[in-house]
């Protein structure tokens, strides 16, 4: 009980410390997503203000191109023309209130002209002038427009952008130089509230490092008077390298918005950034993490608070459970280890337990496995609640055979495991015995009487297995071997296992021959009293590199026992009938063609489908072909099988009872089916010219057959005393190898050109 406590606290343990591990899990996640909310929101900000900015400089571009042409072709560039040009200038400055200040210069940097607001003598040479030189050489050599260093104009009381275009007359050499003051505070754009709120920031940076832009809540003209920091420049070129794999210049020609962390001593910040080719900008945009974070942090707090009270709530759960399975923990440690039909102990009880009966100083035992035969047709013909009442019957009666020193274990449905220290061979015969004659006694169960038999494989620790599972093996093969008898018992043998792992090989090679088609056809004559051929019955034949020849009687009931009997039927069912229609075409023979069907084969749902298929394709005539059926198919659901008949009825495919008299079939179920032919099995026919009883079961078999207006066919005709014999009882047709064995297809047709046949039709 206190291991169990312990079990269940460790499990306790574990499922906090998974439960721990999936909230963090879930805690990282939502801390992706909130981090991953903000970077999508600042892509979408960098996006949009991109490319407000790109159209309100391409606008002002524009201006500024067709206004410095006109000047430009209109002034001599003496100072008259500048005078000219003024109220031109401030004509412009009216109808453009963003606008500071309009202004056109020669290419020496010298200001001709300059809107009124403004003091042409006060102005300086920008060439000359160090703040504006390198922007101005810039607008000389670029066929866009250049823009200056951001500056506080006082006079505005505003932050100002220089835009500088170069004017060319002839679209060769600069002549002049158009510019204006762009006024920050005058423009929507570039109003100081682009940023998202305190904890963001947007900028643009020109590619000297200064900032040519800075929305945020503090506002600060310092932001324009340095350049940003080498460090964080550098900081920014590596994340492009390590993150996206390419260089600063890579990401300036992609033109795609790029989104990263930058967590270091100075920021610690989402940010986002994408480069305006035209104008040489990095728009740049900055969320500070701590807001980020804490955001997150109020979200998920509320989920923490639920998940403790989750915690406790689950603590006192498995408490309350805990002591609850003190009281039950017998209960179900005995139903864990116990069959709950008949409270026989189960295989896991005996897997557990059976270090009592094997280690290195264990006395000689046996293991008897016990199936009962044919049980299936208990629960298929009464139901499984019916089952399960004569499985308690069984269990009860072997109960009488169980002492403080055995063991027995109900192993599955109708398996019953019994260990006993009895080794002695003819102890163990005679408890088998026993054990036989008493499941054969008569069970009654809801006022039905039946009769069961049993099978028993023995197998004995150590001759023939020093662990659980080769004495299980080895009882198992030993029981298989029984179950051929029917209601006997039989102890494991070398040559068992032999003979087991030789079907196993059958079966495996069996697999590749039928995947291969090496197996092959061979047919054996029907002949009728007057010695004339009426048709064949088609055999199948193999002949394996690695086994030689394997019998039929090997081969086959292992492809029925591992489900191989589909393709090998229709491997068959193809190769006759193929091989057949053949035959018709080459010698005008039209014989009749018998196929041998398994209750599996007909059983399944597109037999009838898949042979009418194979007639039409090798146009042989239905009514031509007799399917051979075993008396073991009226085992099965009759109602199953029965519209199977009628499609074969009407295609006037004619129906054989193979082994007539050996199985389940009644005369009842004769009336009831479409059957056209009755065939008497070889045992009844070799005893019939020795043996009283043999002929009179095939006389009346004969008898029956006439009665139902059905052909009756004897198999196993082995001498002429049998043919004479068979002859004057009246049966119908004949096989055996006193007419002919079984024989290639070659073979046959060389036979049936020898032969005379007035009356080689299909019908008797």
Known sequence: MALFKKNIWSLYAFIVLLTLILFAALGITNWKANRDDFIEQQHIQVELFSSSVNSLLTSQEALLEVVGHQLAQQSDFTRTASIQIRPILDKLLETHPAIAAFGLLNTGGDYLSISSNLELANQRNLLQYAPTRDSFLDALSSSSMVLGRTYFQESLNSLVIPLRKSISIDGKKTDAVMTAGLRLDATIVFENNAHAGSFNTLSLIRKDSYRQFYSSDIESESAYSSPVGKDVIQRIASIFTDHFGISVQEAMNGQETYSFVVDDEQYHSLMSAKYIPNYKLWVVGRTDLTH????????????????????????????????????????LIYQANHDPLTSLPNRLYMRRNIGKWIDDESEPFSLLFIDIDNFKCVNDTHGHDFGDKVLKQIALRLMRFRSRLSLLVRESSDEFLFLTPLSNEAEIKRLAKRIIEVLSQPYEVESAQFLLGCSIGVARFPEHGKDLDS??????????????????????????????????????????????????????????????????????????????????????????????????????????????AHLHRTTEQKIGLSINISVRQFSHQSFSEHL???????????????????????????????????????????????????????????????????????????????????????????????????????????????????????CDLMQGYYFSRPIPYDELAAHLNQQVTEHAECSV
């Not at 608070?305 to 759960?317: D, E, K, P, S």
């Not at 074969?648 to 032919?677: Q, R, V, W």
């Open 292 to 331: 980020v974070d804490s955001i997150f942090i109020q979200e998920f707090s509320i989920l923490f608070v639920a998940f403790i009270f989750l915690q406790f709530g689950f603590y006192f759960l498995v408490k309350s459970i805990a002591k609850n399975e003190q009281r039950t923990r017998s209960q």
């Open 471 to 580: 004495l299980l093996r080895s009882a198992d093969i030993s029981m298989y071997k029984a179950k051929q008898q029917q209601n006997s018992y039989s102890i494991f043998t070398t040559e068992m296992q032999d003979a087991h792992l030789y079907k196993m090989k059958v079966e495996q090679r069996l697999r590749i021959a039928i995947e291969k088609q090496t197996l092959f056809m061979v047919f054996q004559p029907l002949v009728r009293a007057n010695e004339s051929i009426h048709g064949v019955e088609a055999l199948v034949r193999w002949i394996d590199d690695e086994l030689g020849f394997v019998p039929p009687d090997v081969f086959i009931p292992i492809a029925e026992n591992t489900g191989l009997m589909q393709k090998l039927g229709t491997f068959i069912i193809e190769s006759s009938i193929m091989q057949i």
């Open 612 to 730: 009418f298929a194979t007639l039409e394709k090798y146009q042989l005539s239905p009514s031509c072909l007799t399917l051979e059926i075993t008396e073991s198919l009226f085992i099965e659901d009759v109602t199953l099988v029965k519209p199977t008949f009628e499609a074969l009825k009407e295609k006037n495919i004619k129906i054989s009872l193979d082994d007539f008299g050996t199985g389940y079939s009644s005369l009842s179920m004769l009336k009831a089916l479409p059957i056209d032919e009755l065939k008497i099995d070889k045992s009844f026919i070799e005893n019939i010219a020795v043996d009283q009883q043999s002929l009179t079961m095939v006389q009346n078999i004969i008898a029956i057959g006439k009665n139902f207006g059905m052909v009756v066919l004897a198999e196993g005709v082995e001498s002429n005393e049998h043919f004479a014999i068979l002859k004057a009882c009246g």
